[in-house]
């Protein structure tokens, strides 16, 4: 059945995002105690578009487990939380947008034990988040190659890396980039090593709950925006640029910016600065990467990778804004 989930959230006047704050990098409190990370970055981008406000957002936090049935009740407006991509969630969880990480399954272990490959982990213990798909590949890539391993599952991530570094498992798997954002919080980082092994392709990407087409086009729209504000051919179009594109003669910048023809704003019922505003609050993707992960980042640093900008050789790439 269709539902009106762009009209109610012009109605509340925010957006229900789920999230989580106990991931560095990605969803977490600062000192302040602000919600801060590059996939809440990703919900306020949302709402600056429909608001003009960063912080007309309303954060749930889910458990891994929690995802699924968050988007299928429509209890969020949009989940932007670590979600991997696949067809069963597809199919039974909500509409996957563009993916804005890609990420792959690696494995932590700790120096001093020699493992280096999982052949080296047969009959090991190894922690793991219950409810992912890193529970549901750690056993396919074992049982791939005839190797016994026993599972210890938590439902709370901090609770997997709190037993794995009090050596309650040889190993601990997820994200790779989950996997360097926790170490970083360990009381001796250099202690542990991310084996150079990856058991899964990961694309992380915010979803929307079905039944409205325009709402799953919205935030489509923005994750586009950022994704091509990087391209050269844009600008690029940085927080810092904005204003200079509007006095420059860029067209697809100025189409962008809302001052060169229309983008779809129209058909959507936005205003035309909408991804202007959206830009200026939280920058462009690679922006966005590196407050976070980059040389720079508050975080921790994971060189980009696959995430560099497609014109950079990168996977990362999106349909023209036009």
Known sequence: ????????????????????????????????GNQVGFDIDLCRAVAVAL????EAVEFVFLTA??????????????????????????AQWGNFT??????GQGMMVRKDSGFTTLEDLDGATV????????????????RQRG????????????????????????????????????REGFANPDDHSIMDVTMSKEPLTPAVPTGDDKWFDVVKIVMYTL?????????????????????????????????????????????????????RAVGNYGELYNRYMGPFGIAFTLPRGANEHWTNGGLIYAPPIK
Not at 51 to 54: L, R
Request: net charge negative; with cysteine; charged share 25%.
């Open 1 to 32: 059945g269709g539902q009106d989930i762009l009209g109610a959230v012009q109605e509340r006047g925010k957006v229900v995002c789920g999230s989580r704050t106990d991931l560095l990098g990605f969803g977490y409190l600062d000192e302040a």
């Open 51 to 54: 608001f003009n406000d960063p």
């Open 65 to 90: 487990a929690e995802r699924g049935p968050a988007l299928q009740t429509g209890e969020i407006d949009m989940l932007s939380r670590n979600v991997t991509w696949t067809s069963s969630r597809d």
């Open 98 to 103: 563009t993916v804005m990480f890609y990420d």
């Open 127 to 142: 922690c793991v988040t219950t409810g992912t798909t890193t529970e549901k590949n750690l056993a396919d890539n074992f």
């Open 147 to 182: 190797l016994e391993f026993e599972a210890v599952t938590f439902e709370d991530t901090s609770a997997v890396y709190s037993a794995y570094e009090d050596g309650r498992c040889d190993a601990a798997t997820s994200d790779k980039s989950q996997l360097a954002a926790v």
């Open 227 to 279: 994704i091509n504000a990087e391209n050269p051919a844009y600008g690029p179009i940085t927080q810092a640029t904005v204003d200079d594109i509007l006095a420059s003669d860029n067209i697809k910048g100025k189409t962008v910016l809302g001052v060169e023809g229309d983008w779809g704003y129209s058909s959507l019922g936005l205003e035309p600065d909408a991804l202007a505003n959206a830009l």
